[in-house]
Nanobody, 124 residues
Framework: QVRLVESGGGLVQTGGSLRLSCAASGRTFSIRGMGWFRQAPGKDREFVAAIFLNGGSTYYGDSVKGRFTISRDNVKDTMYLQMNSLKPEDTAAYYC?????????????????WGQGTQVTVSS
C-alpha cells in the first residue's frame, strides 16, 4: 500500500509563493502518476496538476498554468507543487493523489490513494 502525506500549506498574501510537498511511502514503485487537486468550501474538487513518473510528463489545470509547477524527486519519493503569483481564488485545501494505471489524469476517479490535505489561504 502507498501512503501520502502533504505539507507546506499556510497563509500567504496575494502575489506570494508557497511550495507544497507530498511524501510517498510504501509500495511507491507501483505509482504511475501523481496529481494535485484542490477543493474550496462549497465547490467541487478541482484538478490542479499531474505528473507521470515514466518520462516526467506534466499537465496543468487552466487556472494555474504559468503560475504553478509540479515536480517529483524520485530519490526522496516526494512530489512538489511550487505555487507562484498566488491569488485569493487559489485558497483551498490541496490534496495529493497517486494513480497506478492508465487513465484520465485530470479526473479524481483516476487516483486511488489520497493524502489528508493541506490548507492554503491567500489573503487579499
Amino acid at each position: 500500500q502507498v501512503r501520502l502525506v502533504e505539507s507546506g500549506g499556510g497563509l500567504v498574501q496575494t502575489g506570494g509563493s508557497l511550495r507544497l510537498s507530498c511524501a510517498a511511502s510504501g509500495r511507491t514503485f507501483s505509482i504511475r502518476g501523481m496529481g494535485w487537486f484542490r477543493q474550496a468550501p462549497g465547490k467541487d474538487r478541482e484538478f490542479v496538476a499531474a505528473i507521470f513518473l515514466n518520462g516526467g510528463s506534466t499537465y496543468y489545470g487552466d487556472s494555474v498554468k504559468g503560475r504553478f509547477t509540479i515536480s517529483r524527486d524520485n530519490v526522496k519519493d516526494t512530489m512538489y507543487l511550487q505555487m507562484n503569483s498566488l491569488k485569493p481564488e487559489d485558497t483551498a485545501a490541496y490534496y495529493c493523489a497517486a494513480g497506478y494505471a492508465s487513465g484520465n489524469y485530470y479526473s479524481a476517479d483516476y487516483y486511488d490513494t489520497w493524502g489528508q490535505g493541506t490548507q492554503v489561504t491567500v489573503s487579499s
